[in-house]
């Protein structure tokens, strides 16, 4: 069961009606509770709740949805509605049946859309966003800036960094890292374009037909580079996803894979700690043998 508030909720600001009896609990995140429940006249919807303060984590996220579907690149779910309900957060989009793997012929159509997706440019020029939003629970800073240089560097390494001090960790080489990172990423000719921000394999489904769908974006306007990077860190992605993708973007260096791929292996320190940490050194130093 789903509660009335949550149904009137529903009803009287979302225009939705739904068959409370039809709740499906969905598995896959760690951070809100999540259902799919059916409307009564089509379809369903998918419903994320949460402690109330978690209101800006789904506020951001619904902001990152609306970026992606105003492409109209990919296949994204609608987001509908973000509100405090009988004491709780509770974000409401189109629900979506999912299943992955999918065939090759879908695998390849993620990398035609996601490249589409990838030449969506900047509303002004600048690499950032609109609105700060989070990496799973982590904030994500995205304030505008001129550089892709300075933007990743400030907004990206320089904020784990930070947070990670706060836990009392401290890497050897941080700031040499930094300046060096610094120094390699202003050789390159960067424009920023529109990015999922979060693109691995948990956050990409199929429908049934074999449309792709990504979700659960942390998304902002920096080098298309990053997204592709992170889909190598754990996986999950064929080889006919990278050469429909590869047909119109090149592949990242090796070392600009390394580069990107830091800012993931810092936040995976700050949220789960582990083996994460030791990860991030060997990273930097390997990452310090080959620009420095």
Same mark, same amino acid.
């Given at each position: 069961?789903?509660?009335?508030?949550?149904?009137?909720?529903?009803?009287?600001?979302?225009?939705?009606?739904?068959?409370?009896?039809?709740?499906?609990?969905?598995?896959?995140?760690?951070?809100?509770?999540s259902?799919?429940?059916?409307?009564?006249?089509?379809?369903?919807?998918?419903?994320?709740?949460?402690?109330?303060?978690?209101?800006?984590?789904?506020e951001?996220?619904?902001?990152?949805?609306e970026?992606?579907k105003?492409?109209?690149?990919?296949?994204?779910?609608?987001?509908?509605?973000?509100?405090?309900?009988?004491?709780?957060?509770?974000?409401?989009?189109?629900?979506?049946?999912?299943?992955?793997?999918?065939?090759?012929?879908?695998?390849?159509?993620?990398?035609?859309?996601l490249?589409?997706?990838?030449?969506?440019?900047?509303?002004n020029?600048?690499?950032?966003?609109?609105?700060?939003?989070?990496?799973?629970?982590?904030?994500?800073?995205?304030?505008w800036?001129?550089?892709?240089?300075?933007?990743?560097?400030?907004?990206?390494?320089?904020?784990?960094?930070?947070?990670?001090?706060?836990?009392?960790?401290?890497?050897?080489?941080e700031?040499?890292?930094?300046?060096?990172?610094?120094?390699?990423l #202003?050789t390159? $000719?960067?424009?920023?374009?529109l990015l @999922?921000?979060? !693109?691995?394999? &948990? =956050?990409? *489904?199929?429908?049934?037909?074999?449309?792709?769908?990504?979700?659960?974006?942390?998304?902002?306007?920096?080098?298309?580079?990053?997204?592709?990077?992170?889909?190598?860190?754990?996986?999950?992605?064929?080889?006919?996803?990278?050469?429909?993708?590869?047909?119109?973007?090149?592949?990242?260096e090796?070392?600009?894979? #390394?580069?990107? $791929?830091?800012?993931?292996?810092?936040? @995976?320190?700050? !949220?789960?700690? &582990? =083996?994460? *940490?030791?990860?991030?050194?060997?990273?930097?130093?390997e990452?310090?043998?080959?620009?420095?």
């Open positions: 069961m789903i509660s009335a508030t949550v149904v009137e909720w529903l009803g009287q600001e979302c225009g939705i009606s739904i068959d409370p009896h039809s709740v499906r609990p969905v598995s896959g995140g760690c951070m809100h509770e259902v799919l429940v059916n409307r009564l006249d089509t379809g369903s919807v998918f419903l994320k709740q949460n402690d109330a303060d978690q209101r800006p984590v789904l951001a996220e619904k902001a990152s949805l970026l992606l105003n492409s109209a690149t990919i296949r994204v779910p609608r987001p509908i509605a973000v509100g405090e309900v009988g004491g709780r957060a509770c974000f409401a989009m189109e629900g979506l049946t999912l299943k992955r793997p999918a065939g090759t012929a879908s695998e390849a159509e993620l990398g035609v859309k490249a589409k997706l990838h030449k969506t440019p900047s509303p020029g600048k690499f950032g966003a609109p609105f700060d939003n989070y990496i799973g629970a982590t904030p994500q800073p995205n304030g800036r001129e550089s892709w240089a300075n933007f990743f560097v400030i907004e990206r390494l320089v904020a784990q960094f930070r947070l990670a001090e706060k836990r009392g960790r401290k890497w050897e080489n700031e040499r890292a930094c300046e060096a990172i610094h120094a390699y #202003s390159l $000719n960067v424009t920023p374009r @999922h921000g979060d !693109l691995w394999n &948990g =956050n990409v *489904g199929f429908l049934e037909d074999g449309e792709p769908v990504i979700f659960d974006p942390a998304s902002y306007f920096g080098d298309p580079e990053t997204d592709i990077a992170f889909t190598q860190m754990f996986g999950g992605f064929s080889p006919a996803f990278y050469e429909a993708y590869r047909a119109t973007h090149h592949a990242p090796p070392v600009r894979t #390394s580069i990107y $791929n830091l800012y993931h292996l810092l936040n @995976h320190w700050n !949220l789960f700690g &582990g =083996n994460y *940490g030791n990860s991030a050194e060997d990273s930097i130093r990452i310090l043998r080959q620009i420095s």
